[in-house]
Each structure stands twice: as structure tokens, then as C-alpha cells.
């Protein structure tokens, strides 16, 4: 299964709301997931089964979609956001593909 | 608390072989299928390998079949990645993976730091 994430890279302003897409080649339900990556630092995981919230993830960020394609939101963009966000499907295994990634920027 | 702890990641020549571990703790490990994810320095992440709980079951990427072997030890709370026959196309940093829940194929709620492989002459 490929999976496309767009746009690769945005700019955007404090408190802008962002928005991330990503489809699948083919209907993954909601096995979607979304993570945030740090330079130098591990993925985080943000938002599992395409719209669950992680414990302890600000409630900025949000998760939609279902079948091919999918939606991430930053409702209020904040400096710490600063970062690459990849989603990911677990529908279909092997192999767990991630999307190229988006690069957010200020 | 959650930890996993990969070390091994060194400097080897391409066609040679290396070998990763993991060292988790904080959370039942046989209780839970393992990762290998790896990013090539400012690329995008691309999973690697996974072995259920019991070792009963792996599987690889496409790049990697035939080259690498995960295997684990549930009583050392460790994971492993063998990694043979490396090209260039390898270097990169190799993060341990841990599923939020039973199963092969779930999200992945705990990373390792990761450790880098660089596979140059």
C-alpha cells in the first residue's frame, strides 16, 4: 500500500490552523496513524486509528478520514510545532508504509 | 516508564554485517510484537522488520529480505536485527519499536533513540 502525504513542506504563522493530507492506494479503514518527528529526536506518536488522540497530545491536534483518505489538523499552530509529521498505515502488513512526511515551518 | 535502549550502530564497509540490539524495560515485553524502523540521514522513516511476541512470526521489507534477521530474547527483554551483506543504501538510524497493543500490526507508541549504521568505505 503507498501512501501519499501532502504538502511535503508548509509555511504557516502562529496561530494558523494547518493541514496535512494523506491517501492510500487502497482502503486502509481506519488503520492511520500520525507522528511527529523532532529534529535529532524519535518519532512521537500523535493520532492512532486516524482520529484517537495519544494520551497526553495536545487537544490541537486532530485526526480525520477513513477508507483512502485522511486529514491531520493543528487548530492553533504553536512554535513548539515546529516540526515533520508522517502518517502511516497498519492495515497491511508487510510492509507498514509511511507517508514521505510533511515539514511544518513558521 | 517505558525504555528502549538500541546500541551496535557503527562504521562497516559495504558487504559487511553488523548486528543491532534492543534492550527494552518499563512494560511486559512478551507481551508485545517489535519493530525495526529505519530514517537515512534527512529522509523519511521506512519500516524495516517486525517479530510477534513468540518469535513465531516475522517479516521484512523488500530492501531488506534476505539480508537482515530479527529475532528476540524475552527473558533478556531484548531484540535484535541482523544485518548482513550491507550496501550504502543501509546507512541509516535504526530505531526499536514498540506496539501499543498485542499484535504484529498496531501503532507505534514507544521508540528508542535510535543508533546510526554508516555503511562506507
Given at each position: 500500500i503507498q501512501m501519499t502525504q501532502s504538502p511535503s513542506s508548509l509555511s504557516a504563522s502562529i496561530g494558523d490552523r494547518v493541514s496535512i493530507t494523506c491517501q492510500a492506494s487502497?482502503?486502509?479503514?481506519?488503520?492511520l496513524n500520525w507522528y511527529q518527528q523532532k529534529p535529532g529526536v524519535a518519532p512521537k506518536l500523535l493520532?492512532?486509528?486516524?482520529s484517537n488522540l495519544q494520551t497526553?497530545?495536545?487537544?490541537?491536534f486532530s485526526g480525520s478520514g477513513s477508507g483512502t483518505d485522511f486529514t491531520f489538523t493543528i487548530s492553533s499552530l504553536q512554535p513548539e510545532d515546529i516540526a515533520t509529521y508522517y502518517c502511516q498505515q497498519y492495515?497491511?502488513?508487510?510492509?507498514?508504509t509511511f507517508g514521505g512526511g510533511t515539514k511544518v515551518e513558521i | 516508564e517505558v525504555q528502549l535502549v538500541e546500541s551496535g550502530g557503527a562504521v562497516v564497509h559495504p558487504g559487511g554485517s553488523l548486528r543491532l540490539s534492543c534492550t527494552a524495560s518499563g512494560?511486559?515485553?512478551?507481551d508485545h510484537a517489535m519493530h525495526w524502523v529505519r530514517q537515512a540521514p534527512g529522509k523519511g522513516l521506512e519500516w524495516v522488520s517486525v517479530i510477534s511476541w513468540d518469535s513465531g512470526s516475522t517479516y521484512y521489507s523488500d530492501s531488506v529480505k534476505g539480508r537482515f534477521t530479527v529475532s528476540r530474547d524475552n527473558s533478556q527483554y531484548s531484540l535484535f536485527l541482523q544485518m548482513n551483506?550491507?550496501?550504502?543504501?543501509?546507512?541509516a538510524f535504526y530505531y526499536c519499536v514498540k506496539t501499543s497493543?498485542?499484535?504484529?500490526?498496531?501503532?507505534?507508541d514507544h521508540w528508542g533513540q535510535g543508533t546510526l549504521v554508516t555503511v562506507s568505505s
Open positions: 487502497q482502503d486502509i479503514a481506519n488503520s493520532i492512532y486509528d486516524a497526553g497530545v495536545p487537544s490541537r492495515d497491511h502488513l508487510p510492509p507498514l | 512494560f511486559t515485553f512478551d551483506t550491507l550496501t550504502t543504501e543501509d546507512t497493543i498485542p499484535g504484529l500490526a498496531a501503532p507505534f
